[in-house]
């Protein structure tokens, strides 16, 4: 076994919030495999995403840069020409930088625009008909903007949705495990499950008790445009409640959770597990009510930005960290494991933090679903700043100018004691 050259697995599970997992204190447990694996690994408690977007987050990731840093601010198709062009002048992308070390560079989900760069092999699954278009800025703004009613008449004749084509995480882990099984030297392999974002297209809805009908929901907000949204995401959900809306995701983290168990069951049964950098995280969160959002991950709540990471890593096992680590942390990690460093990063070696305690004071995050938004979060407090941008998604403004939260005394965010005075 050599550990000097190890094999990487990048799992990100979309939209996945640690409130939802067992490993984080939820009673239920939906998470057993995913449970079995922390136990063998670090699990990082307070982790948190550059971004609350999967393209920026992503990106995030990839370069461990800021999206300030890297320039990839905003979650298409609200991207500017110029952060695509700042983006391309990056001196490090973590799938190019393993390629030219010798790695073998898979992606086991499609990939589209710059997450191409780097990889030997990536799923091709292109939409057909008119899903490709969906794939046009213009196209996809027009969708977000158009009534609930014109949504559902133009979804009957087109048979599509605004989300991009779905694929499975059993697709995923039986292509992860092919690539394994053919590999000849050290592998990076990545992959997106999208099982858990919204509207969890591989789960059927199920009758449930419910309090928070559609209705209820909708009658509670004051913006007309954000009515129109949550009526659309029930729509392609095909569900009436919060309720069934949130069994349905249950449904889909137990599917992920079986898959990944797979995957786990493979790599030890092929003697790979001890040689094998094995990270398990999310790109963002996402909301169910809270602060009055729903499925959408506007804000930069905890809800939207704070995501799980497990990572098992040769010659270290079962740990907890607590203190505050970032999503930009896991490039720099990969690099230190293997024997080298990059000074174009922001993030840190998440093996300081194991060895030493403490890596970070604070945190960043972006929401890339406004104009200019960004928090500050220590592990006791939070700010938040934004202008009167509203959500890209649902066009609804989501809090206040300036917002502050005692995080000790008010972990869910509901008391903004902002004095009112700018910082």
Not at 171 to 187: G, L, M, Q, R, T
Not at 216 to 243: C, G, H, P
Request: charged fraction near 25%; glycine fraction near 4%.
């Amino acid at each position: 076994m050599d550990i000097s050259r190890p094999n990487i697995i990048l799992v990100i599970i979309d939209g996945l919030r640690p409130k939802d997992l067992s490993i984080y204190g939820r009673k239920k447990e939906l998470d057993s495999n995913i449970k079995k694996i922390a136990s063998e690994s670090i699990l990082f408690k307070n982790n948190f995403s550059a971004s609350n977007a999967s393209d920026v987050s992503l990106t995030a990731i990839f370069s461990g840069q800021y999206p300030s840093t890297n320039g990839l601010m905003h979650q298409a198709p609200n991207t500017k020409n110029e952060e695509i062009e700042k983006l391309r002048k990056n001196k490090f992308w973590l799938p190019l930088y393993l390629q030219k070390a010798g790695y073998d560079t898979i992606s086991v989900t499609p990939q589209y625009m710059w997450f191409k760069k780097g990889f030997d092999y990536y799923m091709k699954k292109e939409a057909c008909g008119s899903g490709k278009y969906l794939n046009i800025p213009s196209v996809k703004r027009v969708l977000l903007t158009i009534p609930d009613w014109m949504y559902r008449l133009g979804k009957k004749f087109v048979k599509i949705r605004a989300s991009p084509q779905f694929y499975s995480s059993e697709e995923v882990i039986d292509s992860s495990i092919a690539h394994i099984k053919n590999s000849k030297k050290p592998f990076f392999l990545f992959m997106h499950l999208v099982d858990t974002h919204c509207p969890y297209p591989g789960v059927k809805p199920k009758k449930v008790q419910a309090k928070n009908t559609i209705k209820n929901i909708v009658d509670s907000i004051d913006s007309s445009s954000q009515k129109e949204y949550i009526k659309k995401r029930f729509f392609d959900a095909s569900t009436n409640s919060l309720e069934q809306m949130k069994q349905k995701l249950d449904d889909a983290i137990s599917d992920v959770d079986k898959n990944i168990g797979r995957l786990y069951n493979f790599l030890k049964k092929e003697k790979l597990w001890d040689s094998t950098i094995f990270i398990i995280s999310s790109d963002h969160g996402d909301n169910f009510g809270e602060h009055n959002i729903y499925f959408c991950r506007g804000g930069l709540y905890d809800t939207s930005i704070h995501v799980p990471l497990i990572m098992s890593i040769p010659g270290i096992h079962n740990n907890q960290v607590d203190e505050l680590t970032q999503s930009i942390d896991i490039a720099p990690t990969i690099l230190e494991i293997i024997g080298n460093e990059n000074k174009n990063i922001d993030g840190k070696s998440l093996l300081n933090v194991i060895k030493k305690g403490k890596l970070w004071d604070k945190i960043i995050s972006f929401d890339s679903y406004a104009d200019s938004a960004v928090a500050v979060r220590t592990k006791t407090k939070k700010y938040i700043t934004r202008d009167d941008s509203h959500c890209y998604l649902c066009k609804a403004l989501h809090g206040a100018a300036h917002e502050e939260y005692d995080l000790m005394h008010d972990p869910e965010e509901k008391n903004n004691i902002h004095d009112g005075k700018s910082k």
